[in-house]
């Protein structure tokens, strides 16, 4: 999962993780500049948190607002 501090959205992903008893990676897109070159590759340039790749490939980007 690409997030940024302080990202509210970011919060409410890992908790909807956490709930589906689900383990995940964090990549701070702000920490590397690497990381954040994927981020944007997997957002069409617009740099969304939290952007979730799964293991097999699927992306979801962003966490709707209270879901979590």
């Known amino acids: ?3 940024k501090p302080g990202c509210p959205y970011c919060d409410d992903a890992r908790a909807g993780l956490r ?3 689900l383990e995940w990676e964090e990549r701070d897109a ?3 500049a690497d990381w954040k070159a ?4 997997y957002t069409n340039d ?3 948190v939290p952007t979730i790749v799964s ?7 962003g966490w709707p ?3 979590g």
């Open 65 to 67: 607002a209270g879901k």
């Open 38 to 41: 994927e981020l944007f590759s």
């Open 19 to 21: 709930e589906e008893g």
């Open 55 to 61: 293991p097999d490939g699927a992306v979801k980007v």
């Open 30 to 32: 702000t920490t590397r």
């Open 1 to 3: 999962m690409y997030i």
């Open 46 to 48: 617009r740099g969304v």
